[in-house]
C-alpha cells in the first residue's frame, strides 16, 4: 500500500506563475520529508527537504511546507521557469532509513 | 555536488543469464547504498538496503538469492539479477547516503529487458 501519495501526475503552469505540488502519506512515524526532481534518462536529484519539526523550509525559489496534522506537504515553486519542467517525488523516510516515494507529477511550465 | 553512477545504463539479457549492475558514488563515500525498481505509473519500490561490509537487507518479497547485493566499498554496491526472467525487466534505481551529510543521491538508474 501507498505510503506516499501524490494524486496528480501532471500539471501544468505558466511561466512566472506559482506551482504547486503536493504530496499526502499515511505513516505518521515519518520524521523527514524531501522532494526530488527527475528529468528523463536521469535518476532524481534531491531538491529540498524539511524535518517534521519545521513546517516550512524556503530555499530560493522552492519552498516546502509541511502540515502534520493533515498529513500533507507541499512544494511551491515561484516564479516558475522552463527549466522546472520535470517530474516531481516526494519521499518520507523515518529515522534515517530508506525512502517512501510517491508516484511523482510531472510539471510542465509553459514560456 | 554529488554524484552517483550507474553502468551500465541499459542492458539486454536472455532468459536464464545473469546480470551485474554498479552503482557508484563517484565523489563521496556512502556508507548506505539502496536498491530500487521502478514499476511503470509506480513509485520506486525499495528492494534492499546495503551497508558497506555487511550482508544487505533485503525488503519483504525480494528474493535475496535472485538479486545478489554486494556492497565492497563505501563506493561501490553490486546488484547482480541471477537467472533473469522476462519479469525481472525493469529500470532498477540505486542510491547512495553520503556519509558526511547523511544526503541521499540517486544513481541515473540502469533499464534491464530480458528477452
Known amino acids: 500500500d501507498q505510503q506516499v501519495k501524490q494524486n496528480s501526475p501532471s500539471l501544468s503552469v505558466q511561466e512566472g506563475r506559482i506551482s504547486i505540488l503536493n504530496c499526502d502519506y499515511t505513516?505518521?512515524?515519518?520524521?523527514?520529508f524531501l522532494w526530488y526532481k527527475k528529468y528523463p534518462a536521469e535518476g532524481p536529484t534531491f531538491l529540498i527537504s524539511i524535518s517534521s519539526i519545521k513546517d516550512k523550509n524556503e530555499d530560493g525559489r522552492f519552498t516546502v511546507f509541511l502540515n502534520k496534522s493533515a498529513k500533507h506537504l507541499s512544494l511551491h515553486i515561484v516564479p516558475s521557469q522552463p527549466g522546472d519542467s520535470a517530474v516531481y517525488f516526494c519521499a518520507a523516510q523515518t529515522g534515517a532509513n530508506n525512502l517512501f516515494f510517491g508516484t511523482g507529477t510531472r510539471l510542465t511550465v509553459i514560456p | 555536488g554529488a554524484v552517483v553512477s550507474q553502468h551500465p545504463s541499459r542492458v539486454i539479457c536472455k532468459s536464464g543469464t545473469s546480470v551485474k549492475i554498479e552503482c557508484r558514488s563517484l565523489?563521496?563515500?556512502?556508507?548506505?547504498m539502496f536498491w530500487y525498481r521502478q514499476f511503470p505509473k509506480k513509485s520506486l519500490m525499495l528492494m534492499a538496503t546495503?551497508?558497506?561490509?555487511?550482508?544487505?537487507?533485503?525488503e519483504q518479497g525480494v528474493e535475496k538469492d535472485k538479486f545478489l547485493i554486494n556492497h565492497a566499498s563505501l563506493t561501490l554496491s553490486t546488484l547482480t539479477v541471477t537467472s533473469a526472467h522476462p519479469e525481472d525487466s525493469s529500470f532498477y534505481i540505486c542510491?547512495?547516503?553520503?556519509?558526511?551529510?547523511?544526503?541521499?543521491?540517486f544513481g541515473p538508474g540502469t533499464r534491464l529487458t530480458v528477452l
Open positions: 505513516n505518521s512515524m515519518f520524521d523527514y
Open positions: 565523489d563521496f563515500q556512502a556508507t548506505t
Open positions: 546495503s551497508n558497506e561490509g555487511s550482508k544487505a537487507t533485503y
Open positions: 542510491s547512495a547516503r553520503e556519509r558526511a551529510t547523511d544526503t541521499q543521491y
